[in-house]
């Protein structure tokens, strides 16, 4: 009992260590105006908006070390030892997965008072602390983000390393199904390797409701692995000790598409994307209990097939042209025989849309135990339906047309598929 005890507690701690980030970190070294190091001084690092406080003693060579820390801030920090002036670095902020380095020098004590310095809270890309090639994402950057489809995807192109195609995001030149993403430590990859290489269309979670995104691409840190394209670590909003409420609404349709061109005009099938969503961040007890939730709800319309069947059979088709080889009067034959011998309706085959609504839900609950302690409980729930039209790949097991000695596929200008 006690060995299947120890083996299940293994398996579950190496599946928790896979391409988890999470947290930042903090380190640096305290000395004197001689420059020699300060043995037990103390570091106090106070998470502003939340009160959360992280704490940490110099050792002999004058060193500290916060890791675990809450990504975002702003952090204010104190450094004080008997004897010596405190010194504090208000406004610092840290990035999710990297560590900010932050020295601090310690006068001898000619007065009470703290000297408060002003200085850039973003973390150097030339440090030791750098671990690898790393693109980290601040909120505030996710805000800024142009995103259409407002996708994970397109806040993690920002990483330089990365490339677009048609079914996700591929990095460091690798297939875009090698990539692992995770969600405050939970997986929130495409388990099935089937389609793009995220759920929901490339949005399991709102964008709303993201504080912080990492993509890595070659880490040399042991608290990243199984994966060979690129570690995406994201972690979602949480309460501060401020109540925030916000509310937004996305709206797109086919009439703002054009339906133009030189010589013509395209027929437009109905679309229509709008997506209603709101967040709430509030403290259930200052300092100590915060919660957070996000709701989107999405209402979309998107067309089917945009091809249109031919009205005679001496119309052209295929080109430039909009129409293709089969004609209405064969298609709908087809459906009549398909209704009258079988009771099946195909549907449309052409000028039809399919409703595809969805929604996102996130809470998040954070605990402030103590400067040692602290819990957080997130629930999340995406219900998301899209509409595929059939696979344009050609098999033996797979209907197809010859034509002047050529194949053509069920999504080739020479066939029509039904709704």
């Known amino acids: 009992m006690k060995k299947l005890f120890l083996l299940m507690l293994s398996i579950f701690a190496c599946c928790a260590a896979d391409a988890q980030v999470t947290t930042s970190g903090m380190n640096g070294t305290v ?11 103390t570091v106090i690092a106070v998470h502003t908006p939340s009160g959360t406080q992280y704490g940490a003693i110099t050792n002999k060579n004058g060193d500290y070390n916060l890791q675990g820390l809450r990504t975002g801030g702003p952090y204010t920090v104190t450094f004080s030892f008997v004897g010596c002036q405190s010194v504090e670095f208000p406004g610092l902020m840290l990035s999710l997965g990297q560590t900010l380095k932050r020295d601090a020098v310690l006068k001898d004590s000619q007065q009470l008072e703290a000297v408060v310095i002003t200085a850039d809270g973003k973390n150097s890309s030339m440090n030791v602390n750098r671990a690898g090639a790393v693109t980290s994402i601040s909120n505030e950057q996710i805000e800024l983000m142009p995103s259409v489809n407002r996708s994970m995807n397109d806040i993690m192109r920002l990483t330089p390393q990365a490339s677009s195609t048609t079914s996700g995001l591929a990095i460091g030149g690798g297939n875009y199904r090698q990539s692992y993403v995770t969600v405050d430590g939970a997986a929130f990859n495409n388990m099935f390797g089937i389609g793009g290489n995220l759920p929901a269309g490339g949005s399991p979670i709102s964008l709303d409701a993201l504080e912080q995104v990492s993509v890595s691409v070659t880490p040399f840190d042991v608290r990243q692995s199984g994966f060979t394209g690129g570690a995406i670590n994201a972690v979602t909003k949480s309460g501060t000790n401020d109540l925030k409420v916000s509310a937004y609404l996305y709206s797109k349709s086919d009439q703002l598409q054009g339906d133009k061109y030189d010589g013509g005009k ?6 229509r994307n709008t997506t209603l969503g709101f967040s709430v961040g509030a403290p259930i007890i200052k300092n100590k209990l915060f919660v957070f939730a996000n709701f989107e709800r999405e209402w979309n ?3 089917g097939n945009s091809r249109l069947a031919r009205t005679s059979e001496s119309q052209d088709f295929g080109k430039a042209l909009q129409y293709n080889r089969p004609t209405t009067a064969k298609l709908d034959e087809m459906s009549r025989f398909l209704i ?4 099946y309706n195909p549907g449309a085959y052409q000028n039809y849309s399919v409703k595809t609504p969805g929604y996102k839900l996130m809470a998040r609950v954070d605990w402030n135990i103590n400067r040692n302690h602290a819990l957080n409980v997130r629930f999340s729930r995406t219900q998301n339906k899209y509409s595929s039209a059939p696979s344009s790949s050609i098999s033996p097991l ?13 999504t080739s200008n020479y066939a029509m598929y039904f709704q």
Do not use: C, F
């Open 31 to 41: 000395t004197d105006i001689d420059g020699q190091p300060l043995v037990g001084a």
């Open 340 to 343: 009258d011998s079988y009771g």
């Open 398 to 410: 797979n209907a197809k047309y010859a034509y002047d000695k050529d194949t053509y596929g069920r």
């Open 266 to 271: 395209l027929s437009l099938s109905e679309m």
């Open 301 to 303: 319309t998107t067309p």
